[in-house]
């Protein structure tokens, strides 16, 4: 079973910032993009943001202009540097891999703004 290993989740307060890193296995490979979503209590899974292969960024429009995503090829890892967190932006984030067919998903790290 592969397993995506998320971290940097945490409790922070409004206008505090956060870093979540996701480790993606070497077994994983031909990887078409990465991304985060998120899920806050009492609704669906979003997206947040995606990084294809070829460097090309989307972002929800909630958070565009605070969020940053980037990948490091050399550790396999995609980041999520978030800035100027509000409390709306409390949700689980989980990590998501997509290869030709076939996607993995990670546990999820809770991100929680306080007020």
């Known amino acids: 079973q592969v397993q995506l290993v998320e971290s940097g989740g945490g409790l922070v307060q409004a206008g505090g910032s956060l870093r979540l890193s996701c480790a993606v296995p070497?077994?994983?490979?031909?990887?078409?993009?990465m991304g985060w979503y998120r899920q806050a209590p009492g609704k669906q899974r979003e997206l947040v943001a995606t990084?294809?292969?070829?460097?090309?960024?989307n972002y929800a429009d909630s958070v565009k202009g605070r969020f940053t995503i980037s990948r490091d090829n050399a550790k396999n890892t995609v980041y999520l540097q978030m800035n100027s967190l509000q409390p709306e932006d409390t949700a689980v984030y989980y990590c998501r891999i997509a290869v030709p067919f076939k996607e993995y998903w990670g546990q999820g790290t809770q991100v929680t703004v306080s007020s």
């Open positions: 070497g077994s994983i490979f031909r990887i078409i993009a």
């Open positions: 990084i294809t292969s070829d460097g090309s960024t």
